[in-house]
């Protein structure tokens, strides 16, 4: 079956450094994968979006890359703030049912600490 | 542009009862899926439908779980003989485009439901 997997363990990091997260994924070829951040008590906002044919995508201090040959997606923030601590969500168009629809790991806590 | 908009935001149901979330999808938006959130887990998939139309309700329980996307007004998640086990988070979310394209999902704040 298919499966995402993201780090269970949170992430401690100090301000300014880069923050990496990891999303590997397995028993599937997906079309695009997506980057949500979630704080906690609300839904989560869309941060990114990198296609299959795409290697690396940036937004501001973002940047994404995906590598589907390892089946693996990073997400760097760069000068990384207190505000950039939150849940950091993967989700790829696994397609349950058949239409497309983003499959979500169980993301990654991040704590930048100041 | 209000947003995803969901009411109400807490919930509270003893077993048994029926329980209805409501969700209000950003203007110019027909594409409507519903996850739930238990602590520490991820989103689950529920169910995405269109105006008027179920699309995919492979997520979601063929049991006490029903879900509707009407002409007119929200779209609403209805859970009947509510147990403790539904307790969780229920999210909203709209995209202006079908999830093919990878469009991005615009979340509601949620709605928690707990029943006691």
């Known amino acids: 079956s298919q499966k995402i997997e993201q780090n269970s363990e949170a992430l401690n990091i100090q301000e300014g450094k880069t923050a990496t997260l990891t999303c590997n994924y397995t028993n599937y070829s997906p079309a695009y994968l997506q980057w949500y951040r979630q704080d906690p008590g609300r839904g989560p906002v869309f941060l990114l979006l990198i296609r299959e044919n795409e290697k690396e995508k940036r937004k501001e201090r973002l940047k994404v890359t995906f590598d589907t040959t390892l089946k693996q997606s990073l997400f760097h923030i760069t000068a990384s703030q207190p505000a950039d601590s939150a849940t950091y969500l993967c989700a790829l168009d696994i397609g349950s049912g058949g239409s497309y629809i983003p499959t979500f790991g169980r993301g990654t806590s991040l704590i930048v600490h100041p | 542009n209000a947003g995803v908009m969901q009411n109400p935001r807490h919930l509270v149901r003893r077993r048994g009862q029926e329980a209805r979330l409501r969700c209000s999808p950003m203007k110019g938006h027909s594409h409507v899926y519903w996850y739930r959130q238990l602590p520490e887990e991820g989103l689950k998939f529920m169910v995405y439908l269109q105006k008027e139309n179920i699309i995919d309700e492979s997520g979601m329980p063929k049991e006490r779980f029903s879900a509707e996307f009407p002409k007119e007004g929200p779209s609403i998640l209805r859970i009947q003989q509510v147990v403790r086990g539904d307790s969780a988070a229920y999210f909203c979310?709209?995209?202006?485009?079908?999830?093919?394209?990878?469009?991005?999902?615009?979340f509601g704040p949620g709605t928690r439901l707990t029943v006691t």
């Open positions: 979310a709209s995209s202006l485009a079908p999830p093919l394209g990878g469009d991005e999902q615009y």
